[in-house]
């Protein structure tokens, strides 16, 4: 759009010249009507003069002589002049002896001090003869052809420089649109492309400013559209992979709902099952090379409909038309078409697979995030079913039911976790084969918004799964030492040998979790020996030098380590000698059922004769009867936990 005219450069330059000669020419004319006043004034003072002498010369005698009637003829002879008023003479002491163009009887007004335009001069000397003052001559001069002449003067230069202001204005435009003209080019192109038009060009011929300027306008305009392709590719693209990104997948499934009709849609989720072995074996790179080697097939998938990679090693796929039995073949044979890619890396050969979950849209999954979240679901099952198969989303299977339900309950976790909305419960676990005190869980509790208690059944699962575990975790261990350090300000000792805490396998992960637990440690002056660290069996076989670390750096503190879960795996009999652990928590999946099972009975009593091969201490959970207090204190057990020893109760109650 087009600037108004009294905001465009031109008009500004205009009105600057404009004010700039008007101000020139005000100050010539200033200069001009006070020379020439000066030259008036001179000529007036120079006709005084004249007068006086003229005058001075022929009243002296008449005056001498007392001849006032010859006086008053010289007057009235005089008067006639067309500048001069009146003519009195006057006494020694100032009494009127002749007149001419005076009143009678009015007394004469004092000699002017100087020179006023448009007024009467009066003006007054001696008339003297031989050296006597016999009188005094006074007069009035009239100053109006000074004013006439002023008048004149001005008119004059006011009309040369009002033509003078026009000419100027004339020529000024002229050469104010000659000089400007490529400048509003300019300014009409660069409105262009702010407005989008990135391919405006300028005629660049001259060898002047505005043509180098011009010239540079045309370079940086071909460098922004270049850069906005760049920019608008990347902004759809994946960078590492050249598929289309999680946003260009959105909005071209919401697109393909918007167009659906009666037409079938489906979005199949496909996630790599063995990337984060190659990942974690030989480096990010060679990951990245992986991902690479899968876009160039999933690029193929491009004529049966939009490709994306969602972020990490998920892609996803959307399919119109056909059945589900169709997409769910298409999606077995990406599968198959994925698992044949070879990969090898420094003579290494790596197999990739894959898992694909398959969400067809509906009346009920009419969102794309409903769409995504379905078929990430299905993706999620298909992995814990086995991995290197596809699953078709169903909304009334109670698997998706519970996962629905844990995708319900994450932003009431996660804003828990930031309100801090979490309470402290522990469960003694009694000693059975010494008097040693007992030693207490800490377990944590969820309250709601409405403060009431959330079981962790419902929430743990979601943590663990959404990565929210190692905040959750660090939460329960500063509020374990804070509620220590509150027993000991009132003057009590910790009421348990060892209070346990959790640690999940992602907190394991945390790098920065052996700070934390110093800093906290002497932030609230608790001695670590009173501290035990439980670890499960899964988290510390996934990642076994992760886990190692940490053990030694606990123990290092003194705190004790116990072994959750012990045996659910049944992998980590060979890392046993390996973890300088204090405590195996043998499975509770092994002890409900001790006073039925056989081969329970059989499995617990192995695992306590290992436990003390190593000289290690068993506990036995899930002990929930005084029938199975009594088995497993039979077998040997030296510690147990259940409803049989206590139920869980809060902390700060203990």
Known sequence: MRRQLTHTLRFRLLVASLAVEALMLALLVGNGLRLIQDHLVGQASSRIAAIELAYKTAVAGPLAARDYATLRDILDGWQKAEDVSYLVVTDPQGRVLAASGWQAGQPLPPPSAAFRTGEIHHVRFPAEFLGQVYGHVQYGLSLGFLESARR???????????????????????????????????????????????????????????????????????????????????????????????????????????????????????????????????????????????????????????????????????????????????????????????????????????????????????????????????????????????????????????????????????????????????????????????????????LDADGGLVEPGRFIGVAERYNLMPYLDRWILEAVLKQIAAWRAVGRALPFHHLAVNLSGATLDDAELPRFLNEKLAEHAVDPRQLCFEITESAAIADPDRAFAFIDMARGLGAAISLDDFGSGLSSFGYLKRFRVDYLKIDGQFVKNLDQDVADRAVVEAMVSLARAHGLHAIAEYVASPELLDIVRTLGVDFAQGYAVHRPAPLAEA
């Not at 990430?376 to 009334?396: F, L, M, P, Q, T």
Request: with cysteine.
């Open 152 to 446: 004149d003067l001005f008119t004059q230069s006011l009309l040369i420089a009002l033509g003078e202001i026009a000419l100027s204005f004339l020529l000024l435009s002229v050469i104010g649109f000659w000089l400007t003209r490529r400048l509003v080019e300019l300014a009409d192109a660069s409105s262009r492309v702010a407005a989008g038009e990135y391919d405006i060009r300028l005629a660049a011929g001259g060898d002047d400013e505005v043509a180098t300027l011009a010239a540079n306008f045309n370079a940086m305009t071909r460098a922004v559209e270049t850069r906005v392709h760049e920019l608008r590719f990347q902004a759809r693209h994946d960078s590492l992979t050249g598929l289309h990104n999680r946003r260009a997948f959105e909005e071209e499934l919401a697109a393909a709902l918007a167009r659906r009709g009666a037409r079938a849609l489906f979005v199949l989720y496909i996630d790599l099952d063995q990337f984060k072995a190659v990942n974690d074996a030989c480096g990010h790179a060679t990951g990245d090379l992986l991902l690479q080697k899968v876009a160039t097939y999933l690029m193929q998938q491009r004529a049966h409909g939009f490709v994306a990679r969602l972020g990490g090693d998920e892609f996803a796929l959307i399919l119109e038309d056909g059945d589900a039995t169709g997409a769910h073949a298409h999606a077995r044979r990406i599968i198959e078409d994925i698992r044949r890619l070879d990969f090898v890396w420094e003579g290494r050969n790596f197999g990739i697979g894959a898992s694909v979950g398959i969400a067809q849209a509906s009346d009920e999954l009419d969102t794309v995030t409903g769409l995504l979240i379905a078929a990430d679901s299905a993706c999620y099952a298909a992995k814990e079913r086995g991995r290197h198969r596809a699953e078709i989303y169903r909304s009334g299977d109670d698997w998706y039911q519970k996962r629905q339900e844990e995708f319900l309950m994450l932003p009431l976790v996660t804003e828990a976790i930031a309100d801090g909305r979490f309470v402290l419960y522990h469960q003694r676990i009694r000693p059975l084969r010494s008097a040693r005190g007992d030693h207490a869980e800490v377990l944590v509790r969820m």
